[in-house]
């Protein structure tokens, strides 16, 4: 009997009698297109994701130096002041950050009302020479609000500013 049934399984086909084990080529195939794609579309969402993440946190980082104009305002009598000198500041490059190169104050006199911009700007290298953010300060009757200014005064792109600057 024995001798009966190995003479037949020689002439069955192997695949129906020894289950299939391990990938096929065109499943592997497959499975690394499926991949590739989503890697392809992941890893720059990500990285401009960690972009705008560092670059709010430069803002953050540069809260310190936003109280101190504000303070320096209040001081000299509702006056902003036009450098880093005049707010009480030391030199721009004195406050780089993890996030920031420097941190500089600029009097704006060619409004009709005087302000300030604070201009951040960032040691970050995915930036390239795009690299900087301008705040600009607001009041109203009960509080001082610093906005980020129109996309063309700063030179970080629009699509990495963070949700608040754009």
């Known amino acids: 009997m024995l001798f009966y049934r190995s003479f037949l399984l020689q002439f069955v086909r192997p695949s129906s009698v020894a289950k299939q084990q391990g ?10 297109t499926v991949l590739s794609l989503i890697a392809i579309i992941a890893i720059p969402a990500y990285q401009n994701h960690k972009t705008r993440t560092r670059i709010a946190e430069g803002i953050e980082e540069a809260r310190p130096v936003l109280n101190k104009v504000l303070e320096s305002y209040h001081k000299r009598g509702q006056v902003w002041p036009t450098n880093n000198y005049q707010a009480g500041l030391l030199e721009k490059e004195y406050y780089q950050t993890e996030h920031l190169e420097h941190i500089e104050i600029r009097g704006n006199t060619f409004e009709s009302t005087h302000s300030v911009e604070v201009i951040l700007t960032y040691a970050l290298s995915e930036l390239g020479d795009d690299n900087t953010i301008i705040l600009t300060v607001s009041e109203s009757s009960n509080d001082t609000e610093w906005h980020c200014t129109r996309a063309d005064k700063g030179t970080v792109p629009f699509f990495m500013r963070p949700d608040h600057c754009r």
Do not use: A, G, H
Not at 23 to 32: D, H, R, S, W
């Open 23 to 32: 990938l096929m080529v065109i499943e592997f195939i497959t499975i690394i």
